[in-house]
């Protein structure tokens, strides 16, 4: 009776395609790898970065199927990158000194913002940059074993950083070192003792000072030259990054306060050189409260320059984002001329609201006064390391004179290890020139939802990048720049009001 019923009920199952294979069906060789890079919280969830890029990559391939169905013959392959769970750091140090008092919100605590800790801390931020660069460096090798004809094509690689994350990758790109910056600032402050009057006591001794910091300085310059002879402690990456997409990210603070100042120049080399990667992407949630924006520490008057608005993915012909015109967010007519002038946070009235509050260059000029304030630190150091620039635009940097300014450029691309250190004693020009714009934008902002709670969305926006089609689409317009139509300016239709 078994058999019966099971011979004359059920499915005939098939195995295999209906039509044949044939050797163009085979998808196309890998052209393009994004590294996936998480901030922090992967201690409490090893396996989210996974999750989220899994998120990711099935945006993408959704998007590719309807806005690039054309683009046979590449391949955008999206690779997660997990630095923290192969790192020690203090072991359970922390975790035996938390008393047990609201335990689970101590352990949320220690599994995320300890992170933040960590990476500030000079004991280990060393070890974390050392392990997310030999990740990085791993996993691009592995990769090439696999696709031995990546390289031989010219495969290309982008980098998507989330939160601290952002931070850590852009110091491993420009090999920003604090300490040498350190030891640079206090050489700078030790210099300023002959700008005093001094009495004849105190003259001979700071001549005796002066003859043991010069026997110093030698033996400090034996020691470098023998650690220059051995092999470098953080190896540095073995690939050249096209782009760098930063999504709610706090690097704009970390820059602030590390002494970046808005100048006079309009390209992205003031913060991150094209030689180190060819494009910046500042991608932000408007109400993420981790995320700030970087355009104006490049240009101070930015800050009354609304960011680039992501187009929804389902609109149709948008404008191409290099052909969107700058739109302010508080525009004025300056009474002293004729025509109609581009506004600036100087000369606008406060606005009753403002989407983004003070300037970056406010935030970290703040910090830095309270730095100074509690005692001789490094925040007093910087505060007036800044204050005597400020004071002195004009020394010798060439902000003035077109042939120091491009003198000075070189310089700053020569080395990238060296870029982070060169730039922050650059002072900004006091006169601030409105009419200038950036050569290519790096603020790129969500749109908000039309029945988004802003308060619920401060809570969530900061994880949600991963599940939006939006950026989905954003990344692939820029990873496919190649095959793209040169923006035409007759399409323009966001000018400012």
Same mark, same amino acid.
Request: aromatic share 8%; charged share 25%; proline share 6%.
């Given at each position: ?54 998120? $990711? ?6 998007? #590719? /199927? %309807? !806005?690039?169905?054309? +683009? ?6 999206? *690779? ?112 300023? $003792? ?6 004849? #006591? /105190? %003259? !001979?001794?700071?001549? +005796? ?6 026997? *110093? ?281």
């Amino acid at each position: 009776m078994w058999s019966s019923l099971s011979s004359s009920s059920g499915t005939r199952l098939h195995r295999g395609w209906v039509e044949e294979a044939s050797p163009e069906d085979r998808p196309p060789q890998t052209t393009h790898i994004v590294f996936v890079v998480h901030g922090i919280g992967q201690k409490m969830d090893q396996g989210r970065i996974i999750k989220n890029t899994g998120m $990711l990559r099935e945006g993408v391939r959704k998007m #590719e /199927e %309807k !806005h690039f169905s054309d +683009q046979n013959d590449e391949h955008v392959e999206f *690779l997660p990158v997990e630095w923290r769970s192969k790192l020690a750091l203090d072991g359970d140090t922390v975790d035996s000194i938390t008393p047990d008092k609201v335990r689970g919100l101590r352990d949320l605590l220690n599994s995320s913002a300890m992170d933040i800790m960590y990476y500030n801390s000079p004991l280990y931020r060393d070890e974390i940059t050392k392990g997310l660069t030999q990740e990085l460096n791993r996993l691009y090798t592995l990769f090439c074993s696999r696709n031995p004809e990546f390289e031989e094509r010219g495969g290309k690689v982008s980098i998507v950083s989330h939160s601290l994350g952002c931070v850590i990758t852009y110091d491993i790109m420009t090999g920003w070192d604090p300490v040498r910056f350190c030891q640079q600032e206090h050489h700078g402050v030790e210099e300023e $003792l002959d700008l005093r009057w001094i009495s004849c #006591e /105190e %003259k !001979h001794v700071v001549e +005796q000072l002066r003859l043991t910091r010069n026997r *110093l300085q030698e033996l400090e310059n034996q020691l470098l030259t023998l650690e220059a002879s051995k092999p470098p402690a953080r190896p540095s990456l073995k690939f050249n990054v096209e782009n760098f997409f930063c999504m709610g990210s706090p690097l704009a603070v970390f820059l602030a306060l590390r002494g970046i100042r808005p100048g006079t120049s309009c390209h992205q080399d003031h913060i991150l050189p094209t030689s180190i990667c060819s494009r910046l992407f500042n991608v932000f949630h408007p109400t993420d409260p981790v995320a700030y924006r970087l355009e104006p520490l490049i240009l101070k008057h930015f800050s009354n320059v609304s960011p680039v608005q992501i187009h929804w993915c389902s609109a149709i012909s948008p404008t191409h984002y290099d052909a969107i015109r700058p739109t302010y967010l508080n525009p004025v007519k300056d009474p002293a001329s004729d025509t109609e002038s581009l506004p600036s946070p100087s000369t606008s009235p406060v606005l009753a609201r403002r989407h983004y509050g003070e300037s970056i260059t406010n935030l970290g000029k703040a910090s830095i006064l309270g730095a100074a304030s509690i005692g001789k630190g490094i925040g007093g150091i910087l505060f007036s390391r800044f204050s005597r620039s400020n004071s002195q635009p004009s020394v010798s940097l060439g902000l003035e004179g077109g042939a120091n300014t491009e003198e000075e450029e070189q310089k700053r691309t020569e080395s990238h290890s060296a870029y982070g250190l060169s730039t922050l004693i650059r002072p900004t020009s006091p006169i601030t020139d409105t009419s200038l714009e950036l050569e290519r934008r790096i603020d790129f902002e969500l749109r908000e939802g039309l029945v988004e709670s802003r308060y619920w969305s401060a809570v969530t926006s900061h994880t949600g990048y991963w599940c939006s089609h939006d950026i989905a689409l954003f990344m692939l317009t820029f990873i496919y720049k190649q095959k793209m139509a040169p923006p035409d300016p007759a399409e323009d239709n966001l000018e400012p009001d």
